[in-house]
């Protein structure tokens, strides 16, 4: 089955910092979904970006499916951007598969 | 439009225990996903079902754990003769197109 990793699997900013986080894909895919998991568990949908790129506020992604690989942006960073971010990747029919992780700390 | 609802957020269970998660998806969705998350991990996928119908349940342990989503009624996770082992966050997703829309998520303890 297809195979997501994430990078870094840490990350730690100081507040109005940018980042970019990776997500890269072993396989062709007709499914890309970005997650923020908050300190409270909650999963929260920031993109669905099977391809090209969108935007929400401070946050962008952008992915680039011939080269399988999408990148999350987020700039100027606040506290309550905290969390672990996920990307997750379908091929076809085939179930969701989630990367490990990023966990970003964004310090005051 | 309510969105997944899962409830409920945390049950606690002793070793032998069963335990039963609901999910009531997204109003207008068929497809009902359940993932599991172990502490700092990502999600695994579990099974997928579509009205009365296992579609996928690849990831679901042998025993013990079932899955139905019956005609009426929210969707169910079964655990039987719970583990401490099974101790984790309990997703439920739904979709009718794309994409998936996630639930909050049952935090399963077992003592």
Redesign the interface.
């Known amino acids: 089955g297809i195979q997501v990793e994430q990078s870094p699997p840490d990350l730690i900013l100081q507040e109005g910092a940018n980042s970019t986080l990776r997500c890269n894909f072993s396989d062709s895919v007709n ?1 890309l ?1 970005w ?1 923020h998991q908050n300190p409270w ?3 929260i ?1 920031l993109f ?1 970006i099977p391809s090209g790129t969108k935007q929400n506020g401070r946050l962008s992604a952008t992915t680039v499916a011939t080269e399988r690989y999408s990148l999350l942006y987020i700039s100027s960073s606040q506290t309550t951007d905290s969390g672990v971010y ?1 990307c ?1 990747a379908r091929r076809g029919s085939e ?7 990023t966990k970003l700390t964004v310090n005051p | 439009n309510a969105g997944v609802m899962q409830n409920p957020r945390h049950l606690v269970r002793r070793r032998g225990q069963e335990a039963r998660l609901r999910c009531s998806p997204m109003k207008g969705h068929s497809h009902v ?1 359940w ?1 599991r998350q172990l502490p700092e ?5 579990m099974v ?1 079902l579509q009205k009365e119908n296992i579609i ?1 349940e ?2 679901m342990p042998k025993e013990r754990f079932s899955a139905e989503f019956p005609k009426e009624g929210p969707s169910i996770l079964r655990i039987q003769q719970v583990v401490r082992g099974d101790s984790a ?1 309990y ?1 439920c ?1 739904s979709r009718e197109n ?5 639930g ?2 049952t ?1 399963l303890s077992i003592l």
Request: proline fraction near 3%.
């Open positions: 499914n979904q997650f568990g909650q999963l949908n669905y996920f997750a179930k969701l598969v989630f990367g490990k992780g | 996903y993932y991990e990502g999600l695994k996928f997928y996928d690849s990831g966050a997703f997703a794309q994409p998936q829309h996630f909050d998520g935090r």
